[in-house]
C-alpha cells in the first residue's frame, strides 16, 4: 500500500515522527558522555537511572490519560513541555552558560513526557488504521525511524562536541513545528464513550490511584498481550547486547586492528568493529526494508514472522561467540534480514490485539516492558563476568527458542479467534 493512501493523520504523524527523531538523535546518543565530562560517570549513572524512571512513570501517566481524555490533548500537552524543556536545555548549555544540574532537571521533565505522548502517538495510529494495511503502515513508520536515527546519528558524531547548544535549539525548533502542525492538522482519533466518562468518575470517587491500578489489572488479565509482551522484551533484551556484552567482548578479544578483508588494505579492532556492525544495521534496514516487504507481502504473517526471528536469532547467537570480522559482518546481514521481516508483522500482530477502548494502557505496558529489555544488559554484563562467552551464546539461544514457542503460540491463538469470529459473521449473515 502506498504512503498516500493511509490516512491523513497517519501521514501527517510518520513525517513529524521522522523529523523530531532525526533532531533528537544529533543530541540522544550523546547525552550521556555530554554529562560525563561536567559531573563525572558515578553521578551520570545516578542521573541516567533518574531519566528512566521519569519515561517509566510518564508511560503508565500518558498511557491512562489518553484513554480517558483522548489521544491529542495529551499530545499536545506533552509537546509543548518537550519543547519548553528542549529550550531551557539549549539555554542552560549555551557559550553564556552551563549548569549541569538543572539540565538533569529539564531532562527529567522531557522524559516523562517522551514516556506519555509515546502509547498516545502509538494508539492514534491504531485508531486510524485497519487490519489489512497495518503491516504496510508499520514496514513505513519502521524504514522512516532507522533513516531518521541514521541521519541524525551522523549530523550529531560530526557537531555535538562543539556545536551542542545549536543542536539542542535544533531540537526545540523542531518539537515546536510537531506542536503546530499537530494542533492544527492532526484530528482527534478517540473520543471515550459516555459510559466510560460515568465509570471513570465512580472510581475517581474511590482515588486516582484506585482508577490506574485498575485500568493496569485489566491489562494483566489479558494473556496473550503479557505472552506477547514477554516474547517482545526478549528481543530487545537480545539486541541490546550488541553494544554492551558484545561490545565488551570485542574490545577485550580484539585489541588490536586486524585485517577486514584479505583483498583491502582494512584494519579494524574491536571497537571499530562494533561500530561498523552498528553501521551495517542501519544501512541494511535502511536499503532492505522496502525490498523485503514486497517479497514477503504475498506470505503468510505467520510465516514471515517466525522465519524472521530465527533468522534474527541465529545472526546475534553468532555474533555473541565468533570474532571474525567477516563472519561477524555475515552474521549481522542475517540478523538485519530478520529484523527487517518481522518487526513490521509483529508490530501490526500488537495494533490486532489491543481492544479499542484502552490501546494507550495497552501501549504503556509493552512499552515498560520494552525497558525492561533495554535495562536488561546490566544484568548481562554482571553475569558475564562470572560464565564462559559460550554460555552467553546458550542463554541467546534459549531465548530465541522461547519467543520462538511464544509467538507460535501467540499466532495460532489469534488464528482460532479469527476463524471464530469469521464464523460467527457468516452464522449472523445466513440467519
Known amino acids: 500500500m502506498s504512503f498516500w493512501k493511509f490516512d491523513s493523520n497517519i501521514q501527517i504523524r510518520l513525517m513529524l515522527q521522522f523529523l523530531t527523531t532525526m533532531a533528537s538523535m544529533t543530541v540522544t546518543p550523546y547525552l550521556i558522555v555530554f554529562f560525563s565530562k561536567q559531573l563525572g560517570t558515578f553521578v551520570t549513572g545516578f542521573m541516567f537511572l533518574g531519566v528512566m524512571a521519569a519515561s517509566v512513570a510518564g508511560s503508565f501517566a500518558g498511557g491512562y490519560l489518553a484513554d480517558r481524555i483522548g489521544r491529542k490533548k495529551v499530545i499536545v500537552v506533552c509537546e509543548l513541555v518537550i519543547f519548553l524543556s528542549f529550550l531551557g536545555v539549549a539555554f542552560v548549555n549555551s557559550p553564556w552558560l552551563q ?221 555473541s561467540f565468533s570474532n571474525s570480522p567477516v563472519v561477524l559482518l555475515i552474521a549481522m546481514f542475517f540478523a538485519t534480514l530478520g529484523e527487517v521481516m518481522h518487526i513490521p508483522v509483529k508490530q501490526a500482530l500488537l495494533a490486532n490485539m489491543v481492544p479499542d477502548h484502552a490501546r494507550s494502557t495497552y501501549m504503556a505496558v509493552h512499552s515498560l516492558f520494552s525497558i525492561v529489555g533495554v535495562s536488561s544488559a546490566g544484568v548481562f554484563i554482571l553475569v558475564s563476568a562470572w560464565i564462559p562467552n559460550v554460555a552467553i551464546t546458550g542463554i541467546f539461544v534459549g531465548m530465541g527458542l522461547i519467543c520462538l514457542v511464544l509467538f507460535h503460540r501467540i499466532m495460532k491463538k489469534v488464528g482460532q479467534e479469527q476463524e471464530t469470529a469469521t464464523k460467527a459473521t457468516q452464522s449472523n449473515a445466513t440467519a
Open 99 to 319: 549548569l549541569p544540574y538543572v539540565t538533569f532537571i529539564l531532562f527529567l521533565f522531557n522524559n516523562f513526557c517522551l514516556g506519555a505522548s509515546g502509547p498516545a502517538y502509538q494508539a492514534l495510529i491504531i485508531d486510524v488504521s485497519q487490519p489489512e494495511n497495518r503491516r504496510a503502515i508499520f514496514t513505513a513508520s519502521y524504514w522512516l525511524n532507522n533513516l531518521a536515527v541514521a541521519i541524525g546519528g551522523l549530523v550529531g558524531a560530526f557537531l555535538f562536541d562543539e556545536h551542542y547548544f545549536a543542536l539542542f535549539f535544533g531540537v526545540a525548533v523542531s518539537i515546536a513545528i510537531s506542536l503546530v502542525i499537530t494542533i492544527l492538522f492532526i484530528k482527534e482519533t478517540y473520543v471515550p464513550e459516555k459510559r466510560a466518562r460515568s465509570a471513570s468518575r465512580k472510581q475517581r470517587q474511590k482515588g486516582f490511584m484506585a482508577d490506574v491500578m485498575g485500568a493496569y489489572k485489566e491489562v494483566l488479565k489479558h494473556r496473550i498481550f503479557l505472552l506477547f509482551t514477554l516474547a517482545n522484551l526478549l528481543i530487545i533484551a537480545v539486541e541490546e547486547q550488541l553494544t554492551n556484552v558484545i561490545g565488551l567482548r570485542f574490545v577485550q578479544e580484539i585489541p588490536e586492528p586486524e585485517q577486514l578483508f584479505s583483498f583491502l588494505a582494512i584494519q579494524v579492532d574491536g571497537m571499530n568493529l562494533l561500530g561498523l556492525l552498528k553501521t551495517e544495521n542501519t544501512l541494511l534496514v535502511v536499503c532492505l526494508t522496502v525490498l523485503v516487504s514486497y517479497v514477503v507481502k504475498s506470505m503468510r504473517d505467520r510465516v514471515v514472522l517466525l522465519s524472521g526471528l530465527a533468522l534474527y536469532f541465529c545472526g546475534y547467537a553468532w555474533i
